[in-house]
């Protein structure tokens, strides 16, 4: 079955930067729009940062400037750099694909903690 598997969450200081990668198996990964959502304890899940299948980009408000989300579809493998980390941006992050045709898939997540 189709499955996004994240990884590259984990501690870091106030500062520090993450790099998340999620890779893709059973869809074609090139037409799916691929987005990056988190959540925090006792939030909604919110998207943080989206790029369709054209390489269009996408980001909250809040992270512009900070994050950075990028796709190699040779790897099938999205990416999201996390630079000048801050306490609120802990959360649980999770890779999201979508098509045009209606599919949808999720990740497990991946624990992000900020903190000093």
């Known amino acids: 079955q189709v499955q996004l598997v994240e990884s590259g969450g984990g501690l870091a200081q106030p500062g520090g930067s993450l790099k998340l990668s999620c890779a893709a198996s059973k869809i074609i990964f090139s037409i799916y729009a691929m987005g990056w959502f988190r959540q925090a304890p006792g939030k909604q899940r919110e998207l943080v940062a989206l790029?369709?299948?054209?390489?269009?980009?996408n980001y909250k408000d809040s992270v512009k400037g900070q994050f950075s989300i990028s796709r190699d579809n040779a790897k099938n493998t999205v990416y999201l750099q996390m630079n000048s980390l801050k306490p609120e941006d802990t959360a649980v992050y999770y890779c999201?694909?979508?098509?045009?045709?209606?599919?949808?898939?999720w990740g497990q997540g991946t624990q992000v903690t900020v903190s000093s």
């Open positions: 999201n694909a979508r098509s045009t045709f209606g599919s949808e898939y």
């Open positions: 790029i369709t299948s054209g390489s269009g980009t």
